[in-house]
Nanobody, 123 residues
Framework: QVQLVESGGGLVQAGGSLRLSCAAS????????AGWFRQVPGKEREFVAG????????FYADSVKGRFTISRDNAKNTVYLQMNSLKPEDTAVYYC????????????????WGQGTQVTVSS
């Protein structure tokens, strides 16, 4: 079992930046694909970004391409999401996930999840 813990969420004004972190309890994360999803009440969990096990390949939703950057530090067993030029529509609970396929946009295909961290962008 891999436990994932997100941190770094908060309240920021539109145009601002936040950096989310996802720390894993086991080194299993270093051999897994990792991803970030987000969810607002009443909607399905939405794929934001994915990264393969060694950080060599990344994938992004069109809505965040050019603004968000996913990265990882396997020595620290941690995955990051740098979010720049934030917009009010980025407001959501952000979840970290670990699994096999970094490009999968389907939430059920990911194996492990964190508890989520709230990101609120004010206009």
């Amino acid at each position: 079992q891999v436990q994932l813990v997100e941190s770094g969420g908060g309240l920021v004004q539109a145009g601002g930046s936040l950096r989310l972190s996802c720390a894993a309890s086991r080194r299993t994360l270093s051999s897994s694909a990792a991803g970030w999803f987000r969810q607002v009440p009443g909607k399905e969990r939405e794929f934001v970004a994915g990264i393969n096990w060694n950080g060599g390949t990344t994938f992004y939703a069109d809505s965040v391409k050019g603004r968000f950057t996913i990265s990882r530090d396997n020595a620290k067993n941690t995955v990051y999401l740098q979010m720049n030029s934030l917009k009010p529509e980025d407001t959501a609970v952000y979840y970290c996930a670990a699994g096999i396929n970094a490009r999968s946009v389907l939430a059920p295909s990911w194996d492990y999840w964190g508890q989520g961290t709230q990101v609120t962008v004010s206009s």
